[in-house]
């Protein structure tokens, strides 16, 4: 179900700001792809606001086992391919999306995040069937794909969903978010406050949930902006930023439960 909330756009550095202004922006979010999928679930929070200029996305470093939602590695969750000036990302099992990531870069032949688009629902209906096979037949994953176009001159995304037999789904203009913030207003007013604010109320809400309607959100947010500008010789570049920008309070605590139910660890 789709929600909205307003926010002002201010989850982008200041120089993203300055060239793009203070905009009011609704915040779609990406809905629940029904109980069963969050369940299985492993990567979590997915946050971002898509600009013909610029492209930002939001993700926590937590990874979380499947079933009691404990924390169970510290990773990343979006994955910045340069050559196509673009970024790849997803929700759902780790295994499937970085699988996904793997075979983009090392057997698709393609100039651009649109001439990917041609080819990807076919690779990841085959991919996910074999997934399926291995005993994951209870779990979604959504795959998100960003990048320039060149022949526009602006940036665009793509959602592949299973759910949907990964059909290609070109996104609109905007900002969403996963998971959903229900039917909520909050405001934001500055860069760092905005990012953290929506991490931080996306948390609360996950942990007051029953554990098996949570997703599992902590360790660092990691904030990845692409930001187009003009050369002198008037063609368009792309600059893409990360940061690490937030720290959890629980960071320290979801490390250690981590550690320990590394095979080493498990007869302390």
């Not at 699988?99 to 041609?118: N, P, Q, V």
């Not at 609109?172 to 934001?188: K, M, Q, R, T, V």
């Not at 007051?208 to 010789?233: C, K, N, T, W």
Request: negative net charge; charged residues 20%.
């Amino acid at each position: 179900m789709l929600t909205r909330t307003t926010w002002r756009l201010a989850v982008l550095p200041p120089f993203v700001l300055s060239s793009i202004g203070s905009i009011e922006r609704s915040c779609r979010a990406f809905g629940r792809a029904g109980a069963t999928g969050v369940r299985r679930s492993v990567l979590t929070v997915l946050n971002f606001y898509l600009h013909e200029s610029v492209v930002c996305v939001v993700t926590d470093t937590l990874g979380v086992h499947p079933e009691d939602k404990s924390p169970l590695r510290l990773t990343i969750k979006a994955y910045p391919v340069p050559h196509w000036q673009g970024l790849i990302c997803g929700i759902g099992p780790m295994q499937f999306i970085v699988g996904w990531y793997c075979r983009a870069i090392t057997s698709m032949l393609a100039k651009g995040i649109r001439h990917l688009d041609e080819f990807t629902p076919d690779v990841l209906r085959e991919m996910f069937e074999e997934y399926e096979q291995c005993g994951s037949r209870e779990t979604t994953s959504t795959i998100y794909h960003f990048g320039f176009d060149h022949d526009a001159g602006c940036f665009i995304g793509f959602a592949y969903r299973s759910a949907e037999g990964f059909v290609s789904e070109e996104l609109e203009y905007g900002a969403w978010i996963h998971p959903a913030l229900g039917d909520s207003s909050l405001e934001f007013n500055s860069v760092t406050n905005s990012l953290i604010s929506i991490a931080k109320e996306q948390k609360l809400r996950d942990e007051s949930a029953p554990v098996q309607d949570q997703v599992g959100i902590g360790g660092h947010l990691i904030s990845y902006v692409m930001l187009r500008f003009e050369r002198d010789d008037g063609t368009y570049g792309v600059r893409t930023e990360i940061d690490r920008c937030h720290e959890f309070p629980d960071y320290e605590e979801a490390y250690r439960r981590a550690c320990m139910k590394l095979p080493a660890n498990q007869s302390l």
